[in-house]
């Protein structure tokens, strides 16, 4: 129960609007990014809204990696300084810790961004490591075939969560053999559903396996098991200390990260359960990822499992608002006056009767007077 009200406390965070300071900046289009120079200093509305926060005393992800099959990703972004792993470009065969396009940087920011000062922006598991697989240079422009080359160059490279923020409307057996072979090497593949037309398939998102996410309601012909954020979210670019906002979906990311803390912090789970777990522990009816449920709950069908203690977080970014226990505390102290009531009626009774035995043994035998 201790467990359940804490739950329930700590996902009742307020959703704030954007802050008009990211509505200011311009939105980078796909193309070679810009240096980012301006800083929000607010906390994006996605990340309030997701508030991993309260559960980063549990997990902040681990090291990783987190493998992100994009346009490569920025080493030298002052946000992911320390966090990108050299990677492979399916393409050369060399690494791929740069991004002219900053679409993977934008990604793996949402994921894994360290705090900076002076701003607010921090990913949803800022310790894991990322892993960049570079699949296309045009996140529109994707090669089935190199596709499933990134998916198996990052499975053999260590990753046990992939995000991929990028699809492909064409299937081939070389995809599904590589979606099939990193579910038999127990990674998860996070895939982006609402990509393309609206009545386009996305791939891998459709294939049997891959967790499908849709972002911010955009329509698509693919199921998605899951909905996060998209639209225009705060993030970083490849170069700069500051922030971008980007336009389009970008969901991938915040269920890859999310996936990531379960990953870390509940590590004999296989993908598939870590997939069921993200699931079933969805916000409805919007089927919403919720990163602290994913983390915190307490499932009936994992047995032998103990639900984890949420205790206040000295550094979370917002504040997390008491329950409201008022009418609980009163009907506790009614409670407890009443208990208390009766224990004191028991003990009185208790004494008199043992008073009454002694005072009738007392009489009894008290000598009689002759007569």
């Not at 409201?324 to 009614?334: E, Y």
């Not at 009767?353 to 043994?361: E, L, S």
Request: hydrophobic share 50%.
């Amino acid at each position: 129960m201790r467990h359940l009200l804490a739950l329930l406390a700590l996902s009742a965070a307020p959703i704030v609007a954007p802050a008009a300071a990211a509505a200011a900046v311009p939105v980078v289009a796909d193309a070679c990014a810009e240096a980012a120079t301006q800083v929000i200093p607010t906390l994006p509305a996605a990340q309030q809204r997701l508030a991993p926060q309260r559960v980063w005393q549990l997990s902040r992800g681990g090291p990783g990696p987190v493998a992100v099959l994009d346009t490569g990703v920025s080493a030298v972004a002052p946000a992911l300084a320390g966090a990108v792993l050299p990677g492979v470009d399916v393409s050369t065969g060399g690494p791929a810790d740069d991004d002219c396009a900053g679409h993977g940087t934008f990604i793996a920011g949402l994921i894994a961004a360290r705090p900076l000062a002076g701003t607010s922006l921090v990913g949803i598991a800022p310790q894991v490591s990322i892993l960049p697989i570079r699949v296309t240079a045009d996140p529109s422009q994707v090669d089935p075939a190199d596709l499933a080359a990134g998916i198996r160059a990052a499975v053999d490279a260590g990753a046990r969560v992939l995000a991929v923020p990028v699809a492909t409307p064409a299937v081939t057996p070389q995809l599904r053999d590589a979606v099939t072979y990193a579910a038999g090497r127990d990674a998860l593949v996070v895939a982006a559903a609402d990509l393309g037309p609206e009545n386009q398939i996305s791939y891998p998102a459709a294939l049997p396996g891959v967790l499908s996410v849709a972002s911010g309601g955009r329509p698509g012909r693919t199921p998605a098991q899951l909905t996060a954020p998209g639209g225009r979210l705060v993030g970083i670019a490849p170069t700069g200390a500051g922030q971008v906002v980007r336009d389009g979906p970008a969901g991938v990311a915040f269920v890859a990260a999310a996936a990531a803390l379960v990953r870390d912090y509940h590590p004999d789970l296989s993908a598939a359960q870590v997939a069921h777990r993200l699931v079933a522990t969805a916000d409805r009816p919007s089927a919403a990822v919720n990163p602290v449920a994913a983390v915190a709950t307490l499932l009936p069908e994992e047995h032998g499992r103990s639900a984890p203690t949420l205790a206040p977080d000295p550094v979370s970014l917002a504040p997390v608002p008491a329950p409201d226990t008022g009418p609980a505390r009163i009907a506790l102290r009614v409670a407890l006056a009443l208990t208390a009531v009766l224990l004191l009626a028991a003990v009185v009774a208790t004494v008199v009767r043992q008073w009454r035995r002694r005072w009738a043994g007392t009489s009894a035998r008290k000598p009689r007077s002759a007569g």
